[in-house]
């Protein structure tokens, strides 16, 4: 799968999404785990987690991601270091929900840090979100908008199927529904 990420601009936009029926997905119903692995659902999960003021939990559990890749102990140091200044330290205003423990913990695995050594939080943020936030985002509007786009299930063959929308400021309009939707469009293609 492909994905490009394209701006709104002041017209209306048009997606076009190509797909083979034997090889074809719905994101409907999937679970935070598909949408994460995308980079379009992170995007559109993001842009509703900053409507309920918690995209933080995404950007730390992205945060973690990038950070189990590391390999270098210095890049795994400094990585750790911004990662605890940025989303674990008291009063940090984009401080994630963790309990003391975990805190605390991370606090003891900083001295030598490790792939792992954040592996407890983000498992925590991630509950958090699959159980809070993502049931909210199935439901609401941006889902809806970005993700109907994709056709459903129909037997053999190629489907094309085109989302207009129009951007009016701060609203994008979809079948005359004003829809806050912020940040970038994502065009999917499947193949």
């Known amino acids: 799968m492909e994905i490009q990420n394209a701006s709104f601009n002041s017209e209306s936009i048009a997606v076009e999404e190509t797909q083979q029926a034997t090889n074809e997905t719905s994101l409907h119903g999937e679970s935070l785990e598909t949408l994460l692995s995308q980079k379009c659902g992170q995007i559109a999960f993001r842009n509703f987690l900053?409507?309920?003021?918690?995209?933080e939990n995404l950007d730390f559990w992205l945060a973690c991601q990038e950070f189990?890749?590391?390999?270098?102990?210095?890049?795994?140091?400094?990585?750790?270091a911004h990662i605890y200044e940025e989303f674990?330290?008291?009063?940090?205003?984009?401080?994630?929900?963790l309990d003391f423990h975990t805190r605390d913990v991370i606090s003891q695995n900083l001295q030598h840090p490790s792939p792992s050594?954040?592996?407890a939080?983000?498992?925590k943020i991630y509950?958090?979100?699959?159980?809070?936030s993502f049931s909210r985002f199935i439901q609401s509007e941006q889902y809806k908008v970005v993700f109907d786009a994709a056709p459903k299930q129909r037997g053999l063959g190629k489907h094309r199927k085109a989302l207009r929308i129009k951007?009016?400021?701060d609203l994008i309009q979809h079948d005359s529904k004003a829809i806050s939707l912020q940040g970038d469009l994502c065009l999917?293609?499947?193949d």
């Open 167 to 169: 951007n009016t400021g």
């Open 50 to 55: 900053k409507s309920e003021f918690c995209e």
């Open 127 to 132: 509950s958090l979100m699959e159980n809070g």
């Open 88 to 97: 674990i330290r008291e009063e940090s205003p984009t401080q994630v929900n």
């Open 188 to 190: 999917l293609h499947k």
């Open 117 to 119: 050594c954040f592996v």
């Open 68 to 80: 189990k890749t590391l390999d270098s102990p210095q890049e795994l140091t400094q990585k750790a």
């Open 121 to 123: 939080a983000q498992k």
